[in-house]
């Protein structure tokens, strides 16, 4: 259960990015997860974390739009290096995300335990005497949404792609999913 709640908060990172999933092209990650595209992305994302890092070491108080460009353009070419658009990126990105969250749930938790702790939040949500109506309503229906959305995640289709490949997602990204 410990490592569990280091995916959490990436489990409501993906549960959000998922209503921003209908702003990415419809066709963007519709290509089969392969070996080679997952490959792809590992090598990608060693590339990132390398530059992320250079920035660290370089991190100015203030960038100005033409340094801000210049940063974007170089991070274009990283993608572009490994055959991405940014597009196809972030799609890959959350099709991969999105499956090692449901890999990393389902070794930590059983259903019955997931079922068991949104019931526990339904619970102390309806019988806390300082949230109005309306406002305990919409949490109700939000934890309602949030439990359905760990229920599809028995369903990704990409999860048997990305398996193979926790180890180096977790040494990658220390115990946090990509």
């Known amino acids: 259960m410990t490592t569990l709640r280091l995916y959490l908060p990436a489990l409501f990172l993906a549960l959000a990015l998922t209503a921003v999933a209908p702003l990415t092209p419809a066709n963007a990650g519709s290509e089969e997860l392969t070996d080679e595209r ?26 100005d739009e033409d340094q801000a460009q210049a940063l974007r353009e170089e991070h274009a070419a990283i993608l572009d290096s490994h055959g991405f658009s940014e597009e196809q990126w972030m799609a890959l990105h959350e099709r991969i995300f999105e499956a090692a969250v449901a890999i990393a749930v389902q070794r930590e938790m059983t259903d019955e335990d997931i079922e068991r702790a949104f019931r526990d939040q339904r ?53 946090a999913t990509p």
Do not use: C, K
């Open 38 to 63: 997952i490959e792809r992305y590992l090598d990608a994302m060693r590339d990132l974390r390398a530059f992320a890092d250079e920035l660290d070491e370089r991190r100015a108080t203030s960038v």
């Open 123 to 175: 619970e102390r949500v309806r019988n806390d005497p300082d949230i109005a109506d309306e406002q305990r309503d919409l949490m109700l229906e939000q934890i309602d949404d949030q439990l359905a959305a760990f229920r599809d995640m028995e369903d990704n289709p990409d999860r048997d792609a990305v398996e193979p490949y926790m180890d180096e997602f977790e040494a990658l990204f220390g115990n």
